[in-house]
């Protein structure tokens, strides 16, 4: 299994409260496959949101975009960021390859 790590931005139309980076950290450490990677960052002015996660997959880099920008837009919905809208997204390689 290879392991990527996911990075992404999302900016969300509505103004971001106090509670948005405690939300979204809590879902990233609970969403199930996922392993949180750095802090999350949240920019109330301009309503933008930082995050990065690990997952593995079975296949190449086009199933690790797929379900990472799945499992992104849950984190937002998790976090009661709905209409948060992606609007970049990395996809990377990790030097952590197991077989497993």
Known sequence: MSKYVIRFTA??????DAGSTARLTEASQAMPGTRPVGPVRVDP???RIEAAFAIGVEQAMAEAARDGGRLAKEMLLTARM?????VEMTVRLTDDVSTD
């Open 45 to 47: 002015v301009r309503r």
């Open 82 to 86: 709905p209409d948060a809208r992606l």
């Open 11 to 16: 900016e969300n139309p509505e103004e971001l």
